[in-house]
C-alpha cells in the first residue's frame, strides 16, 4: 500500500510510491578540521521520495561519527530503514518518533520538495523568502600553523567572501584569531567555532577575542550547558552563538530567556526538519536574537535548502553558506557559484536542484530500496 502523509495541516496530501536511499562519498577538496575532527572525504545520505506526481530529495545533516551529534548516517539510515518509512507507508505519518532528527528532517524534506514540485513553487517561495541572494561565508577549518591559516583567510577573502568562520580549539585561538584579524583587515566579518572544546574555567581567556570583533563566538562550552553559556555570555562582550545545542525550538526559548545567546544557529538536521528550523527562525526574529544558518558540508541537495532557508529575513549573522567549489571539485547537482560574496537562492520548484544522473552514478557507494 503507497503512504498517505500530510506534510503540512494545509497540504494537499502526498501519495509516496517509494523511497530510496543513496549513501555517496565525495572527495573535499582541502581536509576539514574542527576541534573534534578530521574530515577528508564527505560522505552523505540522500532521501529520494517518488509520489504519483513528481520526485523529492532530501540530505541527512549528519556525519560518520557521533562526534559533532548523536546520530550518524548509519544511525540515521536503520532509523529511516526501520521506523520512519515504514511509519510513513503504513500512513501513521512519523511525528511521534522522539529524537533521530537528522533522518527525520531528510525524509521530511524530501516528502516537501516532491510536493513543491508537483506544484511548481519554490522552496524558497514557499517559506516566505524575502530575499533573492544571501550573504556567503566560509568556515575556515584549524591549522597547525597560524600561517598558514592567515594564508588560507586571505585566499578565501580574495575568492570574493567576506565572512569567515573560523574552527577554534585550545592552543589554536586567541593568537590564531588575532593573526587572520591582522591579515584580512577590519572589513571582514570574524567569527569562531570552538564546536563545545572549552569549559567555563576558560572565561578568562576567552574574554581576549573580545578585542578582535568577533561576531560570534559559536558553541564555546558542551551542548547541554545551558546556564554555563549564560554565566560565559555574562563575562564577554564577544556574542555567544549556540548551535549544537539548537536541537528544539523549546530550546531555542529557553537559551534566549536564560540570556545563554545572542546568535542561534539553525540547522535543520539538528532541529528535525525544515518546518522546526522556520519556527526556531520566528522565534528568533520576534525576541530580537539575530539567526545564522547552520550548515553540515552539504552536497547541492542539502545547501540548495540550506540557501532557501536562509533567504528568510531573521538571519542577519552569515551563516555556513559557501559555493559549492569550497568542498567539491564536483558536486553532485548544478554547483552553486559566488556572485559578488553571495550566493543565488534557487526559483526552480522545490529545492530548484536534482542530482546529476552521471554525477551520482559516480559517487554512490551504497543504494538501497526501502518501498
Ligand atoms: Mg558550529
Not at 590564531?176 to 581567556?205: C, F, I, K, M, P
Not at 534566549?256 to 525544515?274: R, Y
Amino acid at each position: 500500500m503507497p503512504g498517505l502523509t500530510r506534510v503540512r495541516s494545509r497540504a494537499v496530501p502526498v501519495r509516496v510510491r517509494a523511497v530510496e536511499l543513496f549513501r555517496i562519498r565525495l572527495r573535499l577538496t582541502t581536509p576539514f578540521r574542527t576541534a573534534r575532527s578530521l574530515t577528508t572525504h564527505k560522505d552523505a545520505l540522500l532521501v529520494r521520495v517518488v509520489t504519483d506526481d513528481a520526485e523529492g530529495w532530501g540530505e541527512v545533516g549528519a556525519e560518520t561519527s557521533p562526534t559533532y551529534a548523536p546520530d550518524t548516517l548509519d544511525s540515521a539510515r536503520l532509523v529511516l530503514r526501520d521506523e520512519l518509512v515504514p511509519r510513513l507507508f503504513a500512513g501513521a505519518g512519523f511525528d511521534d518518533v522522539r529524537g533521530h532528527h537528522p533522518a527525520r528532517a531528510a525524509l521530511h524534506g524530501a516528502i516537501l520538495d516532491a510536493r513543491l514540485r508537483a506544484q511548481g513553487t519554490s522552496l524558497a517561495s514557499h517559506l516566505g523568502s524575502t530575499r533573492t541572494h544571501v550573504d556567503a561565508g566560509v568556515a575556515i577549518g584549524r591549522h597547525d600553523d597560524v600561517e598558514a591559516l592567515v594564508a588560507a583567510a586571505v585566499e578565501h577573502v580574495a575568492l570574493g567572501y567576506r565572512s569567515l568562520k573560523l574552527k577554534i580549539a585550545r592552543g589554536h585561538d586567541v593568537a590564531s584569531v588575532a593573526a587572520v584579524r591582522a591579515g584580512v583587515g577590519d572589513d571582514v566579518t570574524l567569527q569562531a567555532d570552538a564546536n563545545g572544546s572549552y569549559t567555563l574555567a576558560d572565561a578568562e581567556h576567552l574574554a581576549a577575542l573580545d578585542g578582535l570583533g568577533v561576531v560570534c563566538l559559536e558553541q564555546p562550552l558542551a551542548p547541554d550547558g545551558l546556564l554555563d553559556h549564560a554565566r560565559l555570555a555574562a563575562r564577554l562582550r564577544t556574542p555567544i552563538g549556540l548551535d549544537e545545542t539548537i536541537t528544539s525550538t523549546g530550546v531555542v526559548r529557553d537559551a534566549i530567556e536564560l540570556g545563554a545567546c545572542a546568535v542561534v544557529s539553525i540547522k535543520t538536521g539538528l532541529l528535525g526538519g525544515i518546518d522546526e528550523a522556520v519556527r526556531a527562525h520566528d522565534v528568533c526574529a520576534n525576541a530580537g536574537i539575530a539567526a545564522r544558518a547552520g550548515g553540515m558540508l552539504e552536497t547541492g541537495v542539502g545547501r540548495a535548502a540550506l540557501v532557501a532557508l536562509a533567504s528568510l529575513p531573521g538571519f542577519t549573522v552569515t551563516g555556513d553558506l559557501s559555493a559549492s567549489n569550497r568542498y567539491f571539485d564536483h558536486d553532485i547537482t548544478e554547483p552553486f557559484e559566488l556572485e559578488h560574496g553571495c550566493l543565488a537562492v534557487p526559483t526552480g520548484p522545490g529545492l530548484g536542484v536534482t542530482p546529476l544522473p552521471e554525477a551520482l552514478a559516480r559517487c554512490t557507494i551504497a543504494h538501497e530500496r526501502l518501498y
